[in-house]
Each structure stands twice: as C-alpha cells, then as structure tokens.
C-alpha cells in the first residue's frame, strides 16, 4: 500500500479535525497503533539540564525548605542576640539592623530567580506531560475504536452463523 500523507501529515489532519478518507484513518490508527508514543518526560528533561538548571534545583529545594526556614529563623534570632545582648557595648549592626536588611534583600534578590528558573522548568515538564498524556490518550482512543469495530463485526458474525444455525435446524426439524 503506498502512502498519500505521511504520519505527520496525518495526524495534524486529524488534530485539525479533517475528513481525513476511510484509508487515511486506517493508516494512521495502524501507525499509531503499531509505534509507542508515551515518552519519559523527566528522564528527557534530565537530559537537557544544564550546570546552572541543576544549581537552581538544589537551591529551590534547599531555599523551600522548613529546614532552610527553621535555619534562618534562628540565624536572624542570634543576630538579633548578638547586636542587642552579647556584643551591647559595640555591636556590629545596631538596632534597625540595617546590615541584617541588606543580607535578607541580597538573599532575596538572589533567591528569586532562581526559584524562578526552577519553576520555569518545571512548567516545561508539565507541558512535556499534558502533551505525552494527549498522545497516549489519542492512541488509547483509537485503539479502543478499532476494537469496538472488531468487536462489533464479530457479533454480526455470529448473529449472521446464529440465524443460518436455525435455518438449518428449522430446515431438519421440516425434513423429519
């Protein structure tokens, strides 16, 4: 059999909901059938991670901890100690803390984006997933359709041997 569209063609065909001919249909159902389509998004994604990805992973994981914010409470409550009690007489950043407020807007500053980055990619992995699940959803489908056609043609079948089945008996019950 030789081919009009080619897979691509077929199934944006598809995708765009058009006549696609009974042939068309059966060839497409047939390559879909035939290829798998599922991907492993998160081990193509693992692939693709760059040195600065993996670094924005570890700090988003780190940074959105409560580990991390249990840390970092405590750490604002020794400075907060060490400027007003231990170190009273000179301390290294007085009472507004402005020097602690530098620190926790540098962290932020820094931290955002890259939680961001983080994100980001992750965003993309679910958009890689959603479209794999349409994919694995559109050959269930057809699968499924192509099955029921069996399935139906296989009860015509047998309605069709049921009916000729008591044809013949009625014919010999006629002959005795």
Same mark, same amino acid.
């Given at each position: 059999?030789?081919? #009009?569209?080619?897979? !691509?063609?077929? @199934? #944006?065909?598809?995708?765009?909901?058009?006549?696609?001919? /009974?042939?068309? /249909? =059966?060839?497409?159902?047939?390559?879909? @059938? /035939?290829?798998?389509?599922?991907?492993? %998004?998160?081990?193509?994604?693992?692939? !693709?991670? *760059?040195?600065?990805?993996? @670094?924005?992973?570890? @700090?988003?994981a780190?940074?959105?901890?409560? *580990?991390?914010?249990? &840390?970092? *409470?405590?750490?604002?409550?020794f400075?907060?100690? $060490?400027? *007003? %009690?231990? +170190? #009273?007489?000179?301390?290294?950043?007085?009472?507004?803390? %402005?020097? +602690?407020?530098?620190?926790?807007? &540098?962290?932020?500053?820094?931290?955002?984006?890259?939680?961001?980055?983080?994100?980001?990619?992750?965003?993309? !992995?679910?958009?890689?997933?959603?479209?794999?699940?349409?994919?694995?959803?559109? !050959?269930?489908? $057809?699968?499924?359709?192509?099955?029921?056609?069996?399935? =139906?043609?296989?009860?015509?079948?047998?309605?069709?041997?049921?009916?000729r089945?008591? =044809?013949? =008996?009625? #014919?010999?019950? /006629?002959?005795?």
């Amino acid at each position: 059999m030789e081919r #009009k569209y080619s897979k !691509k063609q077929l @199934v #944006k065909m598809l995708l765009k909901n058009e006549n696609l001919g /009974e042939q068309n /249909e =059966e060839e497409l159902i047939n390559l879909l @059938v /035939e290829q798998p389509l599922s991907i492993d %998004v998160d081990k193509q994604q693992e692939e !693709k991670k *760059t040195f600065g990805d993996r @670094v924005a992973d570890k @700090v988003s994981a780190i940074a959105g901890s409560w *580990t991390f914010i249990f &840390c970092f *409470t405590l750490f604002i409550i020794f400075w907060i100690i $060490l400027n *007003t %009690v231990i +170190l #009273k007489e000179k301390p290294i950043d007085e009472f507004p803390f %402005v020097l +602690l407020n530098l620190l926790l807007s &540098c962290l932020a500053a820094l931290q955002a984006p890259v939680i961001m980055m983080s994100q980001n990619r992750q965003a993309e !992995k679910d958009s890689l997933r959603n479209q794999n699940d349409y994919r694995i959803d559109l !050959k269930s489908e $057809l699968i499924l359709e192509q099955i029921d056609e069996r399935i =139906e043609l296989l009860i015509s079948n047998q309605n069709k041997l049921i009916k000729r089945i008591q =044809e013949l =008996e009625s #014919k010999q019950n /006629e002959e005795q």
